[in-house]
């Protein structure tokens, strides 16, 4: 069956013209009908397949294919959730926890997806909005975390977190990573969270330098609305996958939630999380009497 496939490219990756070109003539062979994200196209130069906007790819599409890194991915899969349009990523960034197939498997690997042999996997997203007063600023989607931080230069930012209209805690920290179990592996991770497998459906919860050393990681359902208020600080803002952001005022309130739409990522048969994690973080790695790996 003939179906409808998005290519999306990060244009700064060296060969990408040559790759997209060799993926099109691929798919095209195999009997696919095959288009091009607009700005991928435009950076890239590109001419052999129809040019589509990403809304008019998540109305068309039958899949997406994202080579880049998990940057990439992320900003493709906050402007597709809606849609619900699976997506499949080629690794070409450097750590790739949701950019899986690896670029010189990319063939034998999208033959198999397109034959229906994959596994499917389906990943949540939050979102948040700000408000100030009575009236909301700015809103978005999140795949892996909000972040709230201080100021560069700026002292310890204060926040206190509400969760369903419970008092938690009040925070003296650098700032919060809120995370999905997607995003339990970027950020979140680097601050000391927990990792949480996706099938998890939790949200997690990490301060950033926390000022008192009994502020550790907490896990909450991912049904909870969570409520963060900046109480004091200078220059903070929040972001959402760091790839959009607002400054905050003191009092500004940040509510988050569980958005409605979730993304689907289509992975080789042979697919493990626990692989993943264990390449990423080279869990595979124990050091040897002659100093080398075993």
Known sequence: MQKTIALVGKHDTVGILEILRDLIAFLQKAGHHVVLEAETAANVGLHEAPVLTTQQIGTSADLVIVLGGD??????ARQLAPFKVPLVGINQGRLGFITDVPQDRMMPVLSDILQGNFRSETRTLL????????????????FNDIVVSRGAGAGMAELRVDVDDHFMYNQR????????????????????????????????????????LSNRPIVVPDTSVISVEIIRGRGITVNFDMQSFTCLQPHDRILLQRSAHTVSFLHPVDW?????????????????????ML
């Open 127 to 142: 979102e948040g909005r700000v408000v100030r007063g009575e009236e909301t600023i700015f809103e978005g989607l999140a």
């Open 173 to 212: 920290s650098d700032g919060l990573v809120i995370a999905t179990p997607t995003g339990s592996t970027a950020y979140a991770l680097s601050a000391g969270g927990p990792l949480l497998h996706p099938s998890l459906n939790g949200i997690a919860l990490v301060a950033i330098a926390p000022h008192a």
């Open 71 to 76: 940057g990439t991915m992320l900003g493709m």
């Open 272 to 292: 493990s999380y626990y692989d993943t994690l264990r390449e990423k973080l080279h869990w595979n790695e124990y050091p040897a009497a002659n100093g080398g």
